[in-house]
């Protein structure tokens, strides 16, 4: 028998695939403490997360049978991989279900920004009618910036051509061959400062790309940008966004994932000019299934087979 644990959400018909093999025993633990959890791991020999769990060193440390951790998302930035790998545990992810979900997240956040949506859902649900205060911009016809051309940047990019947006793409593995199929632009992180009225990122959250988009950098962007992260927190630095929204520089923000979660800086989610969401750029019925069901067949294959797809 092997131990399946899942410690987050997660879509109950995706986890068909584990509970159809009468050797996968699945016991969900969605609010277990971190202690919690190191006490228990020990037991088990796979671990289902999403965002939320931290495993940590310490988990890793602690578990004595576990083979395999499943992210069921694209992120691992929530595992600690180096401890993982010393230890002999194999790390999958499922990279491509929510894709549609968080492009189409970022459109929304995207198409809110420039038309002032939650503020004017909150004005009129409050029991005003103030339509002077709510005057939004068009996207047609204005410059995207889009950092981190991957699997959701390129889609984020193909949809907003649909809005006849000029697209600039920035990612150190696009080619001038895939941005002319794309019918995109490649450019630099400068140019895009220079040029965009949005800017939207798509990388992962690595040492390199924390902090991409800095004091340093925003002061580069055109007076009035606007600013999307349904990516990782961290990306764009939350305190420089909030000093560089409130100095008018940057005309708003739409933001969906934070540097804690939830969010401790006030400066963000008290922001007249900045929009947010609490990280639900994967959440929708079809994106849950389709990565519950990608790690629950990835973990059957691994336990019956040997085979790994998304390490
Ligand atoms: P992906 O791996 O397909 O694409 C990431 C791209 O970023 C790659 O093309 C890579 O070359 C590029 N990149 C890496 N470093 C870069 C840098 N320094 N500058 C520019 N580009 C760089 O990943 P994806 O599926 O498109 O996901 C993108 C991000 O969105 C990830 O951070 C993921 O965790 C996040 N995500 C968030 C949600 C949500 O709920 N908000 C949902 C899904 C994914
Ligand atoms: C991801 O990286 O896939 C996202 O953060 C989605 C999630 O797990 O909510």
Redesign the pocket.
């Known amino acids: 028998m092997f131990k399946v644990i899942v410690t987050d959400p997660i879509s109950e018909t995706g986890l068909q695939a584990l509970h159809a093999h009468q050797e996968f025993d699945v016991e969900q633990r969605t609010n277990l403490t971190p202690d919690e959890l190191i006490d228990k791991i020990k037991d088990y020999d796979a671990l289902i997360v999403r965002s939320q769990t931290q495993v940590t060193r310490e988990v890793i440390q602690a578990a004595d049978r576990l083979k395999v951790i499943a992210r069921a998302?694209?992120?691992v930035d929530n595992i600690n991989i180096d401890a993982a790998t010393e230890k002999g545990i194999i790390v999958i992810n499922a990279?491509a279900g929510?894709?549609i979900a968080?492009t189409e997240?970022t459109l929304a956040m995207m198409l809110s920004l420039a038309r002032n949506i939650p503020q004017a859902y909150g004005s009129l649900t409050s029991g005003r009618w103030d339509r002077k205060h709510f005057k939004g911009v068009e996207l047609y016809q204005k410059t995207l910036g889009v950092?981190?051309?991957?699997?959701?940047?390129t889609e984020v990019a193909k949809r907003a051509k649909g809005f006849q947006m000029n697209i600039l793409g920035?990612?150190?593995?696009l080619t001038e061959d895939r941005a002319k199929k794309l019918g995109i632009i490649k450019a630099s992180l400068d140019e895009i400062a220079e040029k965009a009225d949005f800017i939207t990122v798509?990388?992962?959250?690595?040492a390199?790309?924390r902090g991409?988009i800095d004091a340093a950098y925003l002061a580069k962007t055109k007076k009035g940008v606007r600013l999307v992260n349904?990516?990782?927190g961290g990306i764009i630095d939350e305190q420089a966004l909030v000093d560089a929204v409130n100095s008018g520089h940057v005309a708003g923000a739409a933001i969906?994932?934070f540097e804690h979660e939830p969010p401790e800086n006030t400066g963000l989610t008290n922001n007249p000019n900045i929009i947010v969401t609490p990280?639900?750029?994967?959440s929708t019925e079809e994106a849950q299934e389709k990565v519950a069901q990608s790690v629950s067949e990835e973990i059957v294959e691994i336990f019956t087979t040997g085979a790994v797809q998304h390490a």
């Open positions: 998302g694209v992120g990279p929510n894709t968080a997240h950092v981190g051309m991957g699997r959701i940047g920035y990612d150190p593995f798509h990388t992962p959250l690595t390199e790309t991409l349904c990516a990782r969906d994932v990280h639900l750029g994967a």
